[in-house]
């Protein structure tokens, strides 16, 4: 057989094709490739979004807004001083995006003006903080990328 240059091509097209291949199949059985979606339901959570906004501007009429420190004994969200600490309502949702399995969420129950999520809960590394809450028929947000 003569190696000439239609054959050089083909060869070229078969060996790029395998190569592709090769790494389409790669990528879709390794598991160290995996990857989860944010939420479940993403289409439900979009169409809220808007809720989520109207939120996030009332937060910022706040005199002083939700804020996080790092305790000994684990995360303290301490909330605005002016606000009657019996009347605030809501979740906190803790969200850790290199596992999934590591999410939860609390409710917001306060005797004072900080809540205290304990350090056996919260892995160091990267966690996204959302805190969803009411005071007096009125909804904040506070949403925050915190390394712990």
């Given amino acids: ?3 000439n240059w239609g054959t050089g091509i083909v060869l070229a097209f078969i060996g790029f094709i395998a190569f592709i291949m090769y790494f389409v199949i790669n990528m879709n059985t390794l598991k160290k490739y995996d990857t ?4 479940e339901d993403y289409y439900k959570e979009e169409l809220a ?10 937060a910022k009429t ?4 939700v804020s ?9 969200i301490a909330f605005p001083e002016t606000m009657d600490a019996k009347e605030i309502t809501g979740n906190v949702f803790l969200y ?6 590591l999410d939860f969420e609390t409710t917001i129950s306060l005797s004072d003006h900080n809540l205290l999520i304990p350090d056996k809960r919260l892995l160091d590394g990267r966690w ?3 805190v969803d809450w009411q005071y007096k028929g009125k909804s904040y947000l506070f949403k925050k990328d ?3």
């Fill in 1 to 3: 057989m003569k190696f």
């Fill in 68 to 76: 996080w420190t790092r305790t000994e004994n684990g995360l303290e």
């Fill in 49 to 58: 979004y808007q809720n989520e906004i109207n939120k996030e501007n009332n």
């Fill in 128 to 130: 996204n903080i959302k």
């Fill in 36 to 39: 989860d979606l944010v939420v």
């Fill in 146 to 148: 915190i390394v712990y």
């Fill in 96 to 101: 850790r995006p290199s596992n999934k399995q």
């Fill in 62 to 65: 706040l005199e002083k807004n």
